[in-house]
Structures are given as C-alpha cells and as structure tokens.
C-alpha cells in the first residue's frame, strides 16, 4: 500500500458524459501527478499540481482538467467523453515540487471505461 | 522531446535464472534519473531500482541491478534468481533534472513472464 488512495476504482459511463476522478496523496506530500495508461501503452504524464498550483501540463486534452484543494487532495475532470479515453488513470504524489530523483508514489488507478 | 524505448514486448525467464530487460532513451540533458517500475496484475506501480545520471556505479537493489551505459543511453534492468513473483509488466521511465524534471517519460513496458 502505498498510501496514495484514488476514488473510485472502477467507472463506467457513456459518450459525451463528464466524470470526476480523486485522488488523495501520501500524509505529508504536496505534489500530485496525474497519468493516463491505455490498453498497452506506458503512462502518459498529464499535469501536476504543487501545494494548489499547477507547475507542470503534459498530453493533456483541452476536455480534461484537474485541480489540487487546500487539503491537497486532487481531482481530475473528463468531460465529453470519448471512447478512446477509456484508460486507467493514476495518482501519484511526492513531497517536492522539482526533486526529480525523489520517488513517486502511485495510487491503485481508476478504470475508466467509455461505452 | 525525451523518449524512452522498451524494444521487447515480451520476455520469459525460467524461475531461478537470470533475466535481462532493455531499454534505451534520448535526451539531450547532461543530468537526469532513470527508474524501474514493476506493474503486477493489480495495475500497481512499484518502483523496482532508480538510477542517477551521475552516478558511474550501477544501482543494485537485492536480486535487481543495473547496466547503466551513459554513452549509448541504455539502462537494462537484471533480475537474478527469479521468482514467480516478479512475473509482471516492467516500466523503464526517465526524469530530467532540470528542464523536464517535472515527469516521467515512460517506456512502453515489457511484460515478463515466470515459468515455474
């Protein structure tokens, strides 16, 4: 368990709908990464958020977005769903902002499935 | 752009023998990390060994180690006596230390498979 929990594992929704993935970070980190996996593909870095602020974007979609609370918990939005956004997406969080050697930690995934 | 490149898909090891996973990337930072995450059927990511850039000697952790090669940009992964348990998808994944320090650039995995 790597402290990093994400809500909810599993989802299942239709085209054109909108969706809200969360994601509670490790006691004490301020950084949450956001990463979309697609059927056999490695992760793609979306966007992290730092302490509330975002400090890096990725490939992320203009349908997509995310936000970082004041408890530090994040969550990510999808909205206009398509079928090829069906993915797992993971959480991961870390103390630092910029400490590229520091371990991240990942949350278990949420399965998105678009129908 | 950084790349990371994982060239075997696949690969199988009998248990108790050796195996080794490639992967090579591009970057044109002179400082950087690289890591290797195991991902089990429960779609975990585990960080298995990371590696600094700087470093000359090859990160070892218990039966998993390195061969970090700077000057041809490949960083294989070496798991020794192996066990059922490391049946999974590997993950080589390259962090900046500078202008991209903010991701991971993943590979597209290769998935290992124990045979008993």
């Known amino acids: 368990d790597s402290g990093v929990t994400q809500t909810p594992k599993h989802l299942i929704t239709a085209t054109g709908q909108r969706v809200t993935l969360r994601c509670s970070p490790r006691?004490?980190?301020?950084?949450v990464y956001w990463y979309q996996q697609s059927l056999d593909q490695g992760l793609q870095f979306l966007i992290q958020?730092?302490?509330?602020?975002?400090?890096a974007k990725g490939n992320i979609l203009e349908r997509f977005s995310a936000q970082q609370f004041p408890d530090l918990h994040s969550e990510l939005n999808l909205s206009s769903l398509e079928l090829g956004d069906s993915a797992l997406y993971f959480c991961?969080?870390?103390?630092?902002?910029?400490?590229?050697?520091?371990?991240?930690?990942f949350g278990p995934g949420t399965r998105l499935l678009v129908l | 752009a950084q790349t990371v490149t994982q060239s075997q898909p696949e690969m199988s090891v009998q248990e108790a023998e050796t195996v080794t996973l490639s992967c090579t990337y591009d970057t044109s930072e002179s400082d950087y990390y690289l890591f290797w995450y195991k991902q089990p059927p429960s779609r975990q990511m585990i960080l298995v060994i990371r590696q600094e850039a700087y470093k000359q000697q090859n990160a070892t952790e218990n039966r998993f180690s390195v061969n970090f090669q700077k000057a041809a940009k490949s960083f294989s992964l070496k798991i020794s006596d192996s066990q059922l348990g490391d049946a999974a998808m590997y993950f080589c994944?390259?962090?900046?230390?500078?202008?991209?320090?903010?991701?991971?650039?993943f590979g597209t995995g290769t998935s290992l498979t124990v045979i008993p």
């Open positions: 958020y730092y302490n509330g602020e975002e400090r």
């Open positions: 991961a969080s870390s103390v630092a902002d910029r400490s590229p050697g520091e371990t991240q930690y």
């Open positions: 006691s004490g980190d301020l950084s």
């Open positions: 994944a390259y962090r900046g230390a500078f202008n991209t320090g903010n991701q991971f650039y």
